[in-house]
């Protein structure tokens, strides 16, 4: 179980300071897939950040399991079984996919096998992939997937996903939600995806709207996506009912 007590994380900025988060407190139970979605600039990343230990909060506590992980880095973290996908996944120049997958188990004995089911997962076919290397020679949705197979590698018991539509292909987004979606019916892993995408929304357990720093709103897709489109329609005149009529 994740919990987030009162966190909170600002910056200095022209001689003031600048709350990015404001007082979160959350919890999110084992198993559960929970979508973070909201404006841009509303605090999203910098949330998920703070959960892998790549962003340290300026107060509050985080804890994974009951074990205070607040103070621990990035590498203490993974080994706890929390793992990371970039919006932008990195690229490694000379590291092949087999490498990766091999590193990320932790198993230097890691089958072509064992390979292939977590390639297999995210739609990708291993006598394709093994041997290729993670560098610009990928699309964007090939690096996505294959970062995904290298946390499935690790066998990874919190998962967060960083906008992972973003910059992809509506093929290789449809077999990511795919992912997802067996993922989580598989069960084992609890999963935070950060998304302003209605499918990836509708897969998840519960939706907790971000904003200013804040948990605006929080439920089921079913209670939060209307909200979300009548935000969305409120926002742009040209779209409203009274608009278009």
Not at 22 to 47: A, E, H, Y
Not at 192 to 218: C, T
Request: glycine letters at 12%; hydrophobic letters at 40%; proline letters at 3%.
């Amino acid at each position: 179980m994740l919990e987030l007590k009162h966190l909170s994380y600002a910056v200095h900025e022209d001689g003031g300071e600048l709350g990015i988060l404001n007082d979160i407190s959350l919890t999110v139970g084992d198993g559960q897939l929970v979508v973070f979605t909201g404006p841009n600039g509303g605090g999203k990343t910098t949330l998920a950040k703070s959960i892998m230990g790549l962003v340290k909060p300026t107060a509050g506590q985080i804890l994974w399991n009951g074990q205070d992980v607040t103070d621990l880095g990035i590498t203490e973290r993974a080994k706890l079984g929390i793992s990371y996908g970039f919006q932008q996944p990195p690229r490694f120049k000379g590291l092949t996919v087999r490498d990766l997958l091999t590193l990320a188990s932790g198993d230097e004995t890691l089958s072509k096998d064992r390979c292939c089911q977590y390639l297999t997962r995210v739609g990708l076919c291993a006598n394709d992939y093994l041997g290729r290397e993670v560098d610009a020679s990928l699309s964007g949705g090939e690096v996505k997937r294959i970062e995904i197979a290298s946390i499935l590698a690790r066998n990874a018991k919190l998962m967060i996903f960083d906008e992972p539509e973003a910059g992809i292909d509506l093929w290789s987004f449809a077999r990511l939600t795919e992912t997802f979606e067996q993922l989580h019916t598989a069960g084992g892993a609890t999963m935070i995806i950060i998304s302003h995408q209605e499918r990836i929304i509708s897969l998840a357990d519960e939706v907790i709207v971000v904003g200013d720093g804040q948990l605006r709103h929080r439920g089921t897709p079913a209670e939060i996506l209307p909200q979300i489109l009548a935000d969305t329609l409120g926002a742009c005149p040209v779209l409203t009912k009274e608009a278009m009529a």
